[in-house]
C-alpha cells in the first residue's frame, strides 16, 4: 500500500480525518504533516504533535514560510494595493498545500496526500479524467480547490467529503480528541484580527494617501483615508451623505480614487476571467451552459461560459449579479462537479 501523507492543522477536521484514513488504508504508514507558514503560527504545530503523539503516528513539520510569503502574503498585499480583493485560501491552495507539501509528500515516499478539505475526488472512466466534487456537507470547500491539477487529483483523498461537520465532530467526541468542539477559523490565518488595511500598511512599510470620492461619471463625492480601506459593497464608513445609500462600487489604484454609486449600480451580468484552470476536460472548446460562484458562500448561479483564450474565458449570467469582484475567484460547476474555475479580472456592467 502507499505512504500517505495527511496535512494536519490540530483541527478536529484533519484529526478526523486520520481515523478515516486508518479505517480505509490500515496497512498504509500514514504521516502526519504541518506547514510552518509564518511567524506566530507555531500553536497549529504543537496542536497537530499532540494529536499525533496520541495515535502513535509520525509528525514532520516543514518550514514553508518563505514560500508562502512569496506566493501569498507578497501577492495578497500587491493585489490589494492594486485595488483587487484577493481569496489568500485559493492561491495557498494552489503554491503551497497542493504545491510546496505537494512536493513534500513526494520527498517522504508517499504516493497519497490526504487534507481535511470538504470535498470528493472521483475517478470518471468515461473521459479518463479525475473530477472535483462537492461535498454532501454544506461545509463544502470545492469553491477553493478549483486550481488542482489531474495529478495533484489523482493523488489526493479527502477523506471527510461524505460527512458533514455535525457528524465530524461526532466522530472526534466519540474517539476522546480534546478539540472536538474547537471552532473553525475564520479569518485569513496570517491576518486574525481581520485588519486586513493595518496589516497591509505595517508589512509594507508603505502609507497609503488619502483621495477622491467619485461617483462612475467622475463628479467628486467626499474623500476616503486610503484605497486598501474599501471593498467593493462596502457602505459603512464612507462618510458621504446622500439622499439613497451609497456604496463602493469600484476602485481606480492609477488615480487612487474609491468610486461610489447606488445599490442598482453593484449590478453586472458579465466578467472576465484569466488565469482559468479546467478540471473536466482539458480546454473550453466553445460555449458551454454552467453555473457559477464568484464568492464562497454564494449559491451557483446559471450563466453562459465562453473561451477568449487558452487561459480566459467571458461569462455572462441570466441575471445580474450583485459585487462581482475583480481578484475574487469564478467558479464553474455542472451539478456537484467542479469544471473549473479562474479569478475575476474585471466585472463588465452591461445592466
Known amino acids: ?90 492561491a495557498c491552495n494552489k503554491y503551497i498545500k497542493f504545491g510546496a507539501f505537494f512536493e513534500a509528500a513526494s520527498a517522504l515516499n508517499c504516493g497519497l496526500m490526504a487534507t481535511g478539505h ?22 463544502d470547500q470545492s469553491y477553493v480547490l478549483y486550481n488542482l491539477t489531474q495529478e495533484q487529483l489523482g493523488r489526493t483523498v479527502f477523506p471527510l467529503g461524505n460527512l458533514e461537520k455535525k457528524q465530524v465532530r461526532e466522530i472526534a467526541l466519540g474517539h476522546g480528541l480534546a478539540n472536538s468542539e474547537k471552532p473553525d477559523s475564520q479569518d485569513i490565518c496570517f491576518i486574525p484580527d481581520g485588519d486586513y488595511a493595518r496589516y497591509i500598511a505595517n508589512y509594507t512599510g508603505r502609507v497609503f494617501e488619502g483621495g477622491v470620492i467619485a461617483d462612475r461619471n467622475g463628479k467628486i463625492l467626499g474623500r476616503h483615508s486610503g484605497i486598501i480601506n474599501y471593498t467593493v459593497g462596502q457602505r459603512k464608513g464612507l462618510g458621504l451623505s446622500a439622499p439613497t445609500p451609497l456604496y463602493v462600487i469600484g476602485k481606480d489604484a492609477q488615480t487612487n480614487t474609491v468610486i461610489a454609486g447606488e445599490n442598482s449600480e453593484l449590478f453586472s451580468d458579465r466578467l472576465i476571467a484569466g488565469e482559468v484552470n479546467w478540471i473536466a476536460f482539458g480546454k473550453l472548446g466553445g460555449t458551454l451552459r454552467l453555473y457559477a460562484r464568484t464568492r464562497y458562500s454564494q449559491p451557483e448561479q446559471p450563466c453562459t461560459v465562453s473561451p477568449i483564450d487558452e487561459n480566459k474565458a467571458s461569462v455572462i449570467f441570466d441575471s445580474p449579479q450583485r459585487a462581482i469582484t475583480p481578484g475574487q475567484s469564478v467558479v464553474f460547476y455542472d451539478g456537484d462537479v467542479v469544471v473549473g474555475g479562474g479569478t475575476i479580472q474585471s466585472e463588465i456592467n452591461n445592466c
Open 1 to 90: 500500500m502507499k505512504n500517505i501523507m495527511l496535512a494536519m492543522s490540530g483541527g478536529v477536521d484533519s484529526s478526523v480525518a486520520y481515523i478515516l484514513l486508518k479505517d480505509s488504508f490500515g496497512e498504509s504508514k500514514i504521516i502526519g504533516a504541518t506547514m510552518s507558514l509564518f511567524d506566530g503560527g507555531g500553536e497549529a504545530a504543537e496542536e497537530a504533535r499532540a494529536v499525533t503523539g496520541r495515535f502513535g503516528i509520525p509528525h514532520e513539520v516543514f518550514d514553508l514560510k518563505e514560500r508562502f510569503r512569496q506566493e501569498v502574503i507578497d501577492k495578497f498585499v500587491q493585489s490589494y494595493a492594486n485595488g483587487e480583493t484577493p481569496n489568500p485560501c485559493v
Open 118 to 139: 470538504y470535498a470528493r475526488v472521483e475517478y470518471d472512466a468515461g473521459s479518463g479524467r479525475f473530477l472535483l466534487k462537492k461535498a454532501v456537507s454544506a461545509k
